[in-house]
């Protein structure tokens, strides 16, 4: 086997490598990625087909005896070959896939989810039918087998919504709503994507996606709805939640973040009630564990530069420890 061979072989298995189930088109667990899939192998089937007959062209032109094509016939043959049957092929795939184009349509009784982003995290408040608002951030549930609506926009510069095993991509844009509506066929933990440059932390600007059946989504929904329990009671001074809360109102935190049930009201950056049930934190980059809020909350730009959060460089270790267990107890 030649060296250009191998070197093709082994090309395609480092693209395979790339391929998985929880972020990638051609393993949806949505009935629009579904579609999406379909059509990329139709399409693909049609290319090659196309494709093929250029080449048969150009081997025949090339390898015919000298003054077997005259012009006439040489005419005849691009003109079937190149064109004609090049038209049909695109024009039948253009017809199969208009009805794969037509939106899904939504109504008043189907969930929408309102997802904002910001540079560099989603905020996502869901809009159940005849409900209160509830707020969440950088985790998008939804649940298996109805349809939902996510109205998207920006509060800052462009973004892209991109959930590829769910549906297509939409763009947020600062000062518009566009809406996506879609629908999970099949449970699971799956993984969102900002599809458009939008800084320095473009490419840590994740989420994840869980499609829960209908029933544990509807109570989900309801927990998410109410504030948390408390953590410990009494919290006695000198314990890891006293001295948590009291680090978290201390350096205003509760400033800019919001824990449904306490004294933190703040809307300038993700809402925090509930956090120790997300599986990930910044935005689907780091495991949930204590280590990786403490030190995201004390240096947050070592882990996605040009973030708005600031940095508390002035906050101890103990202290930075003590706000993230007091935040993971918020289940």
């Known amino acids: 086997m030649g060296g250009r061979y191998k070197a093709l072989i082994a090309g395609a298995f480092v693209l395979l490598a790339g391929c998985n189930t929880h972020q990638s088109t051609l393993a949806p667990f949505g009935a629009d990625a579904s579609d999406i899939r379909h059509l990329f192998i139709v399409m693909l089937i049609g290319a090659v087909l196309i494709a093929a007959g250029v080449a048969l062209l150009m081997r025949h032109a090339v390898r015919a005896p000298e003054g077997e094509l005259g012009l006439d016939k040489g005419m005849r043959l691009v003109l079937w070959l190149g064109g004609v049957i090049p038209t049909i092929v695109l024009l039948g795939l253009l017809a199969y896939s208009l009805p794969y184009m037509r939106p899904r349509s939504y109504g008043p009784a189907d969930l929408q989810i309102a997802v904002e982003g910001e540079q560099f995290w989603w905020r996502v408040t869901y ?17 298996v087998g109805r349809t939902v609506a996510f109205r998207l926009t920006a509060a800052d510069v ?16 600062p000062g518009r709503t566009n809406t996506l509506v879609v629908r999970a066929d099949k449970p699971g933990r799956y993984r969102g994507q900002c599809a458009e440059f939008c800084g320095l932390s473009h490419a840590l600007m ?32 000198g314990s ?40 990930t934190l910044a935005a689907g980059i780091l495991p949930m564990t204590t280590a990786n809020l403490a030190a995201f909350i004390r240096h947050p730009e070592r882990t996605k530069p040009g973030v708005r959060m600031p940095a508390f460089p002035q906050m101890s270790e103990p202290e930075a420890t003590a706000i993230a267990r007091y935040l993971q107890g918020h289940l």
């Open 240 to 279: 890891p939640v006293f001295t948590g809360a009291r680090a978290f109102a201390a350096y205003g935190c509760n400033g800019c973040h919001t824990i449904r049930g306490t004294g933190a009201a703040g809307t300038i950056g993700p809402d925090l009630t509930h956090l120790g049930s997300r599986a």
């Open 158 to 173: 462009v973004h892209s919504f991109w959930i590829p095993g769910l549906g297509g991509k939409m763009d947020m844009i």
């Open 127 to 143: 809009r159940p039918s005849g409900g209160a608002p509830v707020e969440s951030a950088n985790e998008v549930r939804i649940p």
């Open 206 to 237: 994740a989420m994840d996606v869980v499609a829960m059946e209908p029933a544990a989504f509807d109570r989900w929904l309801t927990r998410q709805a109410g504030p948390p329990p408390p953590v410990v009671t009494p919290a006695f001074p």
